[in-house]
């Protein structure tokens, strides 16, 4: 169900389509711990990495409607949810926080290269053993002599072994028991940088992850984006919904692919389906409907500048009717026995995985508008 596509996301997302069915489909990246750079590389040439980004600085300049669309059709005929999951950090990041909040300068500096494919940035707001509840985020950054002085520990980096940049939120002052947070641009190659295994995400391969270590890692006052102080509430807490609305682009793929795998076997029996195996796959075909009518409502919700909760509410109701589709699409390929070949259970772990990412979070935010109806 694609109706709804306008012209231009139907562009788009027949473009990805292409080149997933020949860059990423021939290769079997469910197996893969090495991250395929020369796929990465082609993404880039295509034009793929910069969807988000303005044309004056190499990108497509289009919106969130086009990368849901590019991300559902790379999941769908490319078969793997990981490189589409790196293929959506680097596009969200980019955008939301170097194009969207980031200085004249830090954009004249990065931008191209981020369109391009030749940089790339992971944002790094959770730390080891407590995620990113900002009551124990501890990483600091603290003047001197015209720099800033980073110390601390991040974890769950998507593209971090890969990064050029980190975007890292850190502590610059602190009120009483209030935090206030600050989001620095850091190198690389900066002094007192290092890459650290980080949590253990045995998923979603060949998507990289890992942790940094700052050890008075040197900052310029010049890389702070944004003004001081701001950061957890403009960025910390707006970006989990833009990053939950742009994923579900790759789940809706992914799903497809998987249900592909499941109605393949089915067709290769040659023996046809009863009634109920039909009024399953029916019920299938109509929950993933409704997920692409939410996912595209939320995505416009996002290219309007909107938010609150009105998109909680479709975030909310999306992870909810796509985690009882899954569940539904893996008892009948268990029902029909073909739930236990390698490609449908790489499709399904990852899926269901994914689903369950930030969970906690999704429950807050159900809480708390359960408590609205009570005021």
């Known amino acids: ?47 793929l990495l910069g969807l988000l980004l303005p044309r004056e600085a190499g990108g497509r300049g289009l919106g969130y409607t086009a990368l849901l669309a590019a991300g559902e059709a790379l999941a769908r005929e490319g078969g793997n949810l990981g490189i589409v999951l790196s293929f959506m950090i680097h596009n969200v990041v980019s955008r939301f926080v170097v194009a969207d909040r980031a200085d004249g300068a830090l954009r004249g500096a990065y931008l191209p290269a981020l369109a391009r494919g030749e940089r790339t940035v992971s944002l790094a707001i959770s730390e080891p053993g407590v995620g990113a509840h ?94 001081e102080g701001w950061a957890y509430e403009e960025v910390a807490v707006p970006f989990r919904d833009v ?32 009634d109920e195996t039909a009024q399953e796959l029916g019920r299938l075909v109509y929950l993933l409907d409704t997920l ?23 975030t909310l109701a999306f992870r909810a009717l796509a985690r009882r589709r899954q569940m539904q699409l893996e008892r009948l390929a268990q029902k029909e026995g073909l739930g236990e070949t390698e490609a449908f259970t790489t499709a399904a772990t990852d899926i ?14 159900q809480t708390r508008l359960g408590r609205g109806l009570m005021t």
């Open 1 to 47: 169900m694609r109706r709804h596509l306008t012209p231009q996301t139907e562009g788009i997302a027949a473009e990805a389509a292409r080149f997933a069915g020949e860059n990423i489909a021939p290769l079997d990246l469910g197996r893969e711990k090495e991250f395929p750079f020369a796929v990465w590389r082609r993404l880039g040439e295509e034009g």
């Open 134 to 227: 900002p009551k124990h985020l501890t990483t600091t950054a603290r003047r001197h002599d015209g720099l800033f002085l980073l110390t601390g520990e991040k974890s769950y980096l998507t593209n971090g072994p890969f990064a050029d940049l980190y975007a890292v939120l850190a502590v610059t002052s602190q009120e009483g028991a209030r935090k206030n947070f600050s989001l620095f641009l850091v190198p690389r190659d900066a002094a007192g940088l290092s890459l650290t295994p980080g949590e253990v995400i045995d998923f979603l391969r060949p998507s990289p992850h890992c942790g940094i270590r700052l050890e008075g890692c040197p900052v310029p006052a010049g890389h702070l984006v944004g003004p």
């Open 243 to 274: 990053e939950d609305v742009a994923l579900m682009g790759p789940l809706l793929g992914a799903m497809e692919h998987a249900t592909s795998l499941v109605t393949a076997g089915l067709r290769a029996r040659g023996a046809g389906i009863d």
């Open 292 to 314: 692409q009518v939410l996912a595209r409502e939320a995505a416009t919700v996002l290219d309007g500048g909107g938010a609150g909760d009105g998109l909680v509410s479709l």
């Open 352 to 365: 269901r995985r994914t689903l369950g990412v930030a969970s906690a979070v999704l429950r807050l935010k």
